[in-house]
């Protein structure tokens, strides 16, 4: 056996990582190593976000984080032969990972730790910049944090977009025995992974985040309220927090300040409409996760009835950088009333699929072309849905306009959580259409009549429309439906299913005209078509 | 409806830790179906008396949630991600080739209780669809062999 010599490499635990193989890749670079007589620490982190790389492995020499992807357990051998020479010759090494075109252009406030610090690591989160918020803020007025995040123009970054510090401001100015805070990890949105990132790669950024908030509203309890199908960010988020209360971020005295904040974390049971903040708030309480209606906004009367702020991962993950960085900063970043930075996700049918961290200004084009590199096969870029389920079906010629608030919603789009999903020609729009309905159906909470009839009589008209039945007469019954759902519904769920589907009829009006059965997408409904 | 008093004592170990707690009802229930594998009948009395709530407040909740299921499911159960991104990426075709070769509907169960294939609307996988989930197991880039490989590897542990 030759000589023992230390080396350290980074693999993701990051579930696309770990979906696409970085466990095989970690088990079998222990067992090379072993073999080898290499004294090898693996530290698994999160993902860079680049994810058509993943398994991307990570190897530090000078300083500098070099980066060899998409990693197969068969390529281990290799690399380490490479580390054990101290060359960094591999046919998939990349080079330095942060010169990487991609990474390098994007402004990381949110993510700047994702991908490179031990997520579970509290020295590693302090070595990085962690804690100094919190630190600051212990010292601060909950005012005068509350005016900071107002100031910065924070908006709700789970897809309503709501000015964070309003909500602050409400929840701190409504005098209560008892307040909450509540974070909302039910990212149910397709297409859309950044809590889920965020949460595996670096948690103690929302632990931080939400602390911080406790102390700016005068709440000692928070929840993180995650979705179970995060297995990965369950565990690694219980760790980090079991982790802060050892480390004094959590419990009685916060960083010493003489200050409570507890922080549970309660996994949902399988139902969208829990990302709905009112649907949550029952879900949280041990009940259906049925919408309340509003009033009572959750800031007055929330969890148990007690003054609440419900905010998305992201909203939460930005408070640490406006607090330290001051709202200014983060207010000069963006464009108009959409400040600060979005981590887009793209996804679906695209070349380089991944988190995109950027100032809002950027155009939807340059993501899914310049940024995500087109499509996967090479076909032309047909449509985008943008904000999840509830968002809209763009034609290829309105990817010009700016992905913020205002220029989208003056389409009638929105951001939402900045999930941005590429279809390529082949792609039928009365077919996504029909599965705005389905998944409506499938999601609805039942509370409400446009919603729970609604999403049903969508269906059934879309197959007439299929079907060529009437289908002037349709069309017609069909935009009455959808303006009855926007109009009648109690939440988001009823009243802006019909986004996708009104934005798929104007913009793509030629999968509304030709019926008859259609031979390039695969039949879906499992109820209807034999397999 | 099954009461077996044993049964049901059976339960209240299981649901009792939760009474008292934030959202406890639901987390008992996960308890209880991650002992048993699925929610028997009784949970229902069972949990109602632990919370002192109505039984049908229970059915209720258990009703609800997808993630509750109150008869077994197979040994194996397959999820394939049923949502957008994953559609732009084929899931469509996918599913109808995992239910050929599985020779079983979306929705259904083995008769041998070996599989069970289901749809799950989204796993956070956008950037890698098709996704599954096999056990608990993750899969990007999901083919139908690979899903077999995978219901192969959870059948042998």
Known sequence: MTTLSRHTIHIPLDSVAVALGADEVARAAAHEAAARGIELTIVRTGSRGMHWLEPLVEIERGGVRHGFGPIEAADVPLLLDALAAGTM?????????????????????????????????????????????????????????????????????????????????????????????????????????????????????????????????????GYIYLRSEYPVAARVMSEAIAGAYRGGLLGADVLRSGRRFD????????????????????????????????????????????????????TFCAVPTIIEDGAARYR?????????????????????????????????????????????????????????????????????????????????????????????????LLEQARYAFEFCAEESCG???????????????????RNGEAQASNLETLSDLCELMVDGSLCAMGGMTPIPVQSAVKYFPDAFAKPGPRPKVAAKAGAETAP | MNTDPTDQSALTPVIQPWVGRTGGLITALRAVQAKIGFLPPETEAAAASAFNLSRAEVKGVISFYSDFHRAPQGRTVIRLCAAEACQAQGCRSLEAEVERRFALKTGMTSVSRDVTLERVYCLGLCSAGPAAMVGGRLIGKATSEKIARAVELQGAS
């Open chain 1, 89 to 221: 010759a591999h046919r998939k090494s990349l080079g330095a990972i942060e010169e990487i075109p991609y990474f390098r252009a994007q402004t990381r406030l949110t993510f700047n730790r994702c991908g490179v610090v031990d997520p579970l690591s509290i020295d590693d989160y302090r070595a990085h910049g962690g804690l100094e918020a919190l630190e600051k803020a212990v010292a601060l007025t909950g005012a005068s944090i509350c005016d900071a995040i107002m100031m910065s123009g924070l908006r709700g970054r789970g897809g309503a977009g709501f000015p964070a510090g309003i909500k602050w401001k409400t929840v701190a100015a409504t005098d209560a025995d008892q307040k909450y805070i509540v974070c909302n990890a039910d990212e149910g949105d397709s297409g859309t992974f950044a809590d889920r990132m965020i949460m595996e790669g670096d948690p103690f950024l929302l632990i931080e985040g939400m602390a911080i908030a406790g102390l700016a509203v005068g709440a000692s309890e």
């Open chain 1, 263 to 314: 922080l549970e974390l309660f996994i949902g049971a399988g139902a969208y409409i829990c990302g709905e903040e009112t649907s949550l708030l029952n879900s949280l309480e041990g009940r259906r996760g049925e919408v309340r209606a509003k009033p009572p906004l959750p800031a007055i009367e929330g969890l148990f009835g007690k003054p609440t702020l419900v905010q998305n991962v992201l």
């Open chain 1, 332 to 428: 000069n970043l963006g464009v108009g009333k959409s400040t600060g930075t979005m981590p887009f996700q793209i996804s679906g049918n695209v070349k380089y699929a991944g988190l995109y961290e950027t100032a809002f200004g950027v155009t939807l084009r340059d993501l899914v072309e310049k940024i995500g590199g087109g499509t996967q096969n090479g076909r032309p870029v047909h449509a985008i849905q943008i904000g999840g389920p509830l968002g809209a079906y763009l034609p290829n010629a309105l990817l010009d306009l700016t992905a913020d608030y205002e220029t989208l919603a003056a389409i009638g789009a929105g951001v939402g959580h900045g999930g941005i999903i590429v279809f390529d020609n082949t792609v039928d």
């Open chain 1, 447 to 465: 509370k409400c009549t446009p919603c729970r009839i609604g999403a049903v009589r969508g269906v059934e008209i879309i197959d007439r429309i």
